[in-house]
């Protein structure tokens, strides 16, 4: 029976390895200083979360459909739009994140800890070191494989802060080869396992507001050029069939290419909606004229493409 004191820690929906790593290794923080915490989803983890669940043998959070009268810390996401469903229901008492801060109304304005961080697993392991408590092998390569995941294997967006935790969580996950486990780790989330294409769409999928306007984009991985083009034609048939349920006014496509070759490693944008194909044009200027905005090298979401974005809604 859960009793009403139980605090859920959870990450945005449709979580990546961030926002479960922090869910689960700050809900083990807490229970360690006597707090009654669970990691929570509002649904299952993707492929490459697996991989590291499975190697580090840790249990996959609960997932919960609406947090509607229960107690919430939000880890990796601070804006109803990627929230579980419900939150504006619930009581936050404690937000975590690496993202602007978003509309999430927070019980105490004291509990909010943001920072610039690569990965939101970076200010889990700080505030580790904050209130002293030990991290035990799994916990760190938890944390460790959200800094991975976040930073592309450490070549993006890393601080002096992230490299610091990257360091000492390296030691104490006891990794060989850590090249070799983030290729792991990559590999499993462009395998996609036997998801159909709508779940894929829909794996790394989030939606933003600004200004009224609102837009929503979907990251896709792929391992090469040519799948980079099969994934795309493929998650352009879903954008365009489920756009009237988005509920957005424009929809965009990342396809990152995870390719070893610096050659190959293109990233690639699709856009639909009202003239979203003008609007990115008008951005990066890189439109190959049929439906592709093709890019030099894979460009994060989060620092790179939702600013911009948001930046010209704001404008116009
Ligand atoms: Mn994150």
């Known amino acids: 029976m859960e009793s009403k004191q139980d605090i859920y820690v959870t990450g945005h929906r449709n979580p990546d390895t961030d926002s479960v790593a922090c869910a689960i ?38 997932i919960i459909d609406h947090a509607e009268g229960k107690k919430f810390i939000l880890v990796d ?5 990627q929230a579980m469903k419900g939150m504006d229901q619930a009581e936050v008492i404690g937000i975590i994140d690496h993202h602007q801060i978003g509309d999430v109304e927070v019980v105490n304005q004291g509990n909010i800890i943001d920072a610039p961080a690569g990965a939101a697993s970076t200010l889990v392991f700080l505030q580790y070191q904050t209130h002293g408590v030990v991290i035990p092998r799994d916990m760190a390569g938890i944390m460790l494989a959200g800094i991975l995941s976040d930073t592309r294997n450490m070549k993006r967006n890393v601080t002096k802060e992230d490299q610091d935790a990257y360091e000492k969580l390296v030691e104490i996950a006891q990794i060989k080869d850590i090249d070799a486990f983030y290729r792991n780790m990559s590999g499993a989330i462009a395998s996609y396992g036997n998801l159909c294409d709508k ?14 306007k609102t837009f929503c984009i979907s990251v896709v991985n792929a391992v090469n050029e040519e799948q980079c083009r099969e994934l795309g034609d493929r998650m352009y048939a879903v954008l365009i069939e489920e756009f009237e349920n988005l509920k957005t006014d424009m929809g965009f496509i990342i396809i990152n290419n995870l390719s070893d070759d610096e050659k190959e490693n ?5 856009a639909y909606g009202n003239h979203a194909e003008e609007f990115l044009n008008g951005i990066f200027h ?31």
């Open 25 to 62: 290794a700050y809900a083990y923080l807490l229970r360690q200083t006597g707090v009654n915490a669970t990691a929570a989803s509002s649904g299952p983890v993707n492929q490459e979360t697996q991989f590291v669940l499975d190697y580090f043998n840790i249990p996959a959070p609960v």
């Open 77 to 81: 996401h601070s804006s109803y739009a």
């Open 199 to 212: 779940d894929i769409f829909f794996s790394d999928y989030k939606k933003y507001e600004t200004d009224g």
């Open 266 to 270: 293109k990233m690639y944008m699709m």
């Open 286 to 316: 890189n439109y190959d004229g049929e439906r592709y905005f093709v890019f030099a090298e894979n460009l994060s979401r989060k620092t790179t493409i939702v600013p911009a974005i948001m930046k010209v809604c704001r404008h116009t």
